[in-house]
């Protein structure tokens, strides 16, 4: 049997193969609250055989938000169409996941299809926060520095976000430590420039990524799975490392972190990243081979044997993929039949199956 299509148990979760639906934004909520397109985008997948949909970037606090359209869970109203979409998720045989996150500076911006132009107070923006008053690019608004108080907010909204997942039905949980968002924020110094406890330091810098899984473990149940999702590289000078990476994963792995979703970039406008297909899997690789943890690849993974080949060579244990599932919602499905292998398809679909090709 091919790898892509083979089970994997990851405590008590059971993934009937490694294909994953990596968290994307959709830009389409109201106040937070998920809608119709939320559940048929996210149930779509479930229906195309992924064995893990992980709901997008999903807004611990309203000013954690990037835009005023991204989805929240930081009010207990918003559990109830949560529920419809776990529940959904379920029916078809997939496991139903969420990512927990936190924008800091990258908040308050509008959609891409608008531009993705910052948002001001007067437009119905906020004011961000970030660990440091500093911009995410040239001529927008700083964000204001963290208090010791904002700190302890954030990982309180972490904690009660938390709590709602698991009420909402979700079985795998992802904590946003990527793409330049406030926990990213606190990792690399071209953000992060405080001499308390949370800067200067690796140790320092960690710490409140580490401090926001401690609360997030409060609340998880330790039987499920808990992800991080960490950019491997700022791809600038100067910037967070793979090499800390590398040291940031073996600490999370003793914390009790089950898998590394390793992407990059994200956290500075001038970044430069050569782009090419699977140019994020060395950095999955590399924080495998040299802790021991579970690694999840991602990043221009577009065909089914370029998936096959990077778990046959042990490079991560599982595939992440994110616009190739736009493009095509039954991907797994397909890859099935590019691999010549069988996997079920909804019975609703069965008689559209194609034969193996042997």
Not at 248 to 274: C, E, F, T, W
């Amino acid at each position: 049997m091919s790898k892509l299509l083979s089970p994997l148990d990851i405590k008590n979760v059971h993934l009937k193969n490694r294909i994953i639906v990596s968290p994307m934004c959709q830009y389409s909520a109201t106040d937070g609250f998920a809608s119709d397109w939320h559940l048929v985008h996210l149930g779509s997948r479930a229906v195309g055989g992924a064995a893990l949909i992980i709901q997008e970037a999903t807004s611990v606090s309203p000013e954690g938000r990037i835009s005023p359209y991204d989805l929240g869970i930081w009010s207990d109203e918003h559990i109830s169409f949560l529920k419809r979409i776990t529940s959904f998720i379920k029916e078809n045989g997939a496991v139903a996941g969420i990512q927990l996150a936190h924008a800091g500076r990258k908040a308050s911006f509008d959609t891409p299809w608008k531009g993705s132009k910052q948002i001001t107070e007067e437009e119905g923006g906020w004011i961000t926060v970030a660990p440091s008053a500093i911009p995410h690019q040239e001529g927008t608004i700083a964000p204001e520095a963290l208090s010791a108080e904002g700190i302890e907010k954030i990982l309180a909204d972490f904690r009660s976000a938390t709590r709602r997942s698991v009420e909402a039905g979700y079985e795998v949980l992802e904590i946003h430590a990527a793409h330049g968002y406030l926990l990213h924020q606190f990792l690399s110094p071209l953000s992060n420039e405080r001499s308390d406890q949370y800067g200067g330091s690796f140790e320092n810098r960690i710490r409140f990524v580490l401090e926001v899984v401690a609360a997030v473990q409060e609340e998880w149940p330790a039987e499920n799975p808990l992800f991080v999702r960490i950019s491997a590289t700022d791809w600038a000078e100067g910037g967070w490392s793979p090499e800390e990476s590398v040291k940031l994963s073996a600490i999370l792995r003793d914390k009790g972190v089950d898998l590394i979703d390793v992407s990059s970039g994200g956290n500075v406008s001038y970044q430069k990243i050569p782009l090419s297909p699977g140019y994020q899997v060395p950095f999955a690789e590399q924080i495998k081979k040299e802790t021991g943890v579970l690694t999840g690849a991602v990043g221009l993974i577009t065909e089914a044997r370029q998936a096959e080949e990077i778990l046959q060579e042990g490079k991560a244990d599982l595939i992440f993929l994110a616009r190739e599932l736009l493009r095509d919602p039954y991907f797994p499905l397909h890859a099935a039949y590019e691999l010549d292998e069988e996997t079920p398809w909804p019975v609703q679909y069965e008689r559209a199956k194609p034969r193996k090709k042997g």
